[in-house]
């Protein structure tokens, strides 16, 4: 998330975001493949190397973390829902579409639990938007109504297909 100052912001190896005069949203944990930097408002210039895009608002420039995929360089993405972006500083989850291990990796670092992942994973997606609030017992029995096999072992949570 940023703020309405001129600074930059290091990703490491990884890249530069060079802050503009705006309003973003910056996602990069260890557990996601890309840093990903999403503007609301403003211009923010997204480097890595000697690469770099200017983006618009709606748009969104991912960095990739995979050091196999290190020659990428930056992806644009067009026309983002924005409320899907930014819905955690609404106290939401907000999904589209989204993968049973994407869903799981913010479910893991939200509740501080450990996700486990047994046989293959089904390729549906989500959508749904639910709050933060939520209990994590609630939360895996949303998951279990949309057919989600979920085993609960303490802090560690098995998902099966």
């Known amino acids: 998330k940023g703020e ?58 991912s960095l990739s973390t995979n050091s196999s995929l290190r020659g990428r ?16 500083k609404d106290g939401f989850f907000v999904f589209n579409s989204s ?10 670092r939200w509740y501080d639990v450990e996700v ?3 046989g293959n994973m089904p390729s549906e997606g989500f959508t749904g938007k639910v709050s933060r609030n939520v209990s994590l017992s609630n939360f895996l029995k949303v998951l279990e109504l949309n057919d989600v096999h979920v085993k609960t072992e303490g802090r560690r949570i098995v998902i099966k297909p």
């Open 99 to 108: 993968d049973i291990k994407m869903i799981m990796r913010q479910v893991a």
């Open 4 to 61: 309405k100052f001129a600074h930059h912001v290091y990703a490491g190896e990884k890249g530069e975001i060079e802050v503009l005069g705006t309003h973003f949203n910056v996602n990069a944990y260890p557990d996601e493949e890309d840093i990903k930097t999403t503007l609301l408002e403003g211009s923010v210039k997204v480097s890595k190397g000697n690469e770099s895009v200017l983006i618009v608002p709606g748009e969104q420039a």
């Open 116 to 118: 486990i992942f047994e």
């Open 73 to 88: 360089g930056i992806t644009l993405k067009k026309d983002v829902v924005l409320s899907q972006v930014v819905a955690w």
